[in-house]
């Protein structure tokens, strides 16, 4: 079997599991699944490839993901990587392994992507909790944010593909599904219709999970479902960045603080034994000492309890890469303060 090195958010994973399965048959191959959401996290990819290189050199290695996607050329040029894949060739990549290509680079325009991959997969290996896909790509646009660049628009996947999909994980012996996508809040029709959907065709489903959710988006019909289905998770969480209005704003995302705290008290009074967890961006180039500190307080007044923290990373690209930029060791300090916080 291919080995699959994984970086990156739940939709790489479910990916990565797809790659392994279609290419189960192949030996002294590597794919590596890259993730661009920062600099840093890229660095990382690059620099995996080189030690699994040095440490396979019989290996062929594909090079795939959003890093592929923004970055090929940079990618290619490196010594160690026999191919380089973009995100759309990757829901093809058995039609690319072994083939010979005047360029490494076979990376397609990811805006020219309409459709989801319809591959159904048998399991996740080494986990407890399957992720099961329900969308891809994103239409919004917030001033840090390269992923829409490196996943494309927002497109769904049938519903009767996911349900089919549970099922067979189900019968797998998964007990916990966890829906995931670039934005699952964003699934057409709506997130609240599919998730009645699947509880009401799968009632036997121990459990359904959720990815990351937009504060922005959670209506009452989504929390509706927690008061009448009791198999929906306990643990939620949020892409909220943020606990300053005016960075908010800045950020470009669509909800105030006061949405998170509203939204997690609303939750609680139908599940008071809901857990939240939060991804946060320190140091944004418009958060001042007392925006930080707003951050600090939400916090503590909407209950966060798992906190995903990330010093400010800019992107070339991207809007909030031309702002004035606070020095990186003020960004890993506050970062540092944070997570302390979310030990606490």
Known sequence: MAEVITFGCRINAYESEVIKEKLKDYENLIIVNTCAVTGEAERQCRQAIRKLKREHPECEIIVTGCSAQINAAKLADMPEVTLVLGNIEKKEIEKYVGGIFADKK?????????????????????????????QQ???HRCTYCIVPYARGKNRS???????????KLLAAGFKEICLTGVDICSYQPSLSALVANI???????????FGS?????????????????????????????????????????RHKREDVINLCNKIKKIKPQAKFGADFICGFPTE???????????????????????????????PAAKMKQLPMAERRRRAAILRELSEE
């Not at 076979?106 to 986990?127: A, H, K, M, N, P």
């Not at 996947?157 to 099922?167: A, D, G, M, S, T």
């Not at 509880?199 to 999970?209: K, R, T």
């Open 213 to 253: 959710l937009d504060p922005a988006a959670i209506d009452d019909k989504f929390i509706d479902l927690l008061n009448k289905y009791n198999n929906i998770s306990d643990y939620f969480h949020f892409s909220i960045q943020s606990g300053d209005n005016e960075v908010l704003r800045s950020m470009g995302r």
């Open 137 to 139: 790509g994103c239409n």
């Open 199 to 209: 509880l009401e065709q799968i009632p036997e489903l121990p459990l359904l999970a």
């Open 288 to 318: 001042t000492e007392t925006a930080f500190e707003n951050t600090c307080l939400l916090v503590k007044e909407a209950g966060l309890n798992k906190l995903h923290v990330f010093p400010y990373s800019e992107r070339s690209g991207t």
């Open 106 to 134: 076979q990376v397609s325009d990811i805006f020219s992507d309409t459709v989801c991959d319809d591959y159904l997969i048998t399991g996740f290996e080494g986990r407890h909790k399957a992720f099961v896909q329900i």
């Open 157 to 167: 996947v049938p519903q009767e593909l996911i349900i089919r999909q549970i099922k």
